[in-house]
């Protein structure tokens, strides 16, 4: 979706999935398994996340952590700011890593991902399951 659709039509959310794109086969498992993956109404889903922690009730302190958030987990790239106490509650805004605005964690399909390239076999997270 181009820039100047969003300007002209800024309650429009972009749903574009921006991950590199890996080759794939047909044959994969875990298709129905959900992720977890940043949604920036601007951008669409990408991995480049920044997260402000924020102490509540304390706005002096403010720690910033740089993500990435892909498929296959989180990985923290960077820590800045001031080192946070122990044993207090906290608070995350999660930013866009590419045009600063504000997103949340949103979730796609397996499927989708494996439709569109972005999920190769050696991505996909193993997680325990129950078949009763």
């Excluded at 080759?23 to 398994?33: A, H, L, S």
């Excluded at 964690?105 to 009763?132: A, C, Q, W, Y």
């Amino acid at each position: 979706m181009s820039d100047d659709f969003l300007k002209l039509n800024p309650n429009e959310i972009n749903w574009d999935i921006n991950f590199p794109s890996y080759t794939t086969d047909d044959n994969k498992e875990n298709k129905d398994k959900i992720y977890s993956l940043f949604h920036c109404c601007s951008c669409g889903f990408h991995p480049t996340v920044i997260c402000e922690t924020r102490p509540k009730g304390i706005s002096e302190i403010t720690q910033i952590r740089l993500l990435q958030i892909t498929p296959n987990g989180q990985k923290i790239v960077d820590v800045l700011g001031d080192k946070l106490p122990n044993d207090i509650e906290t608070y995350d805004t999660l930013l866009c890593g590419i045009c600063g605005l504000t997103g949340a964690m949103g979730t796609v399909p397996g499927f989708v991902l494996h439709m569109s390239g972005i999920l190769n076999k050696g991505d996909e997270v193993e997680e325990e399951r129950s078949d009763d």
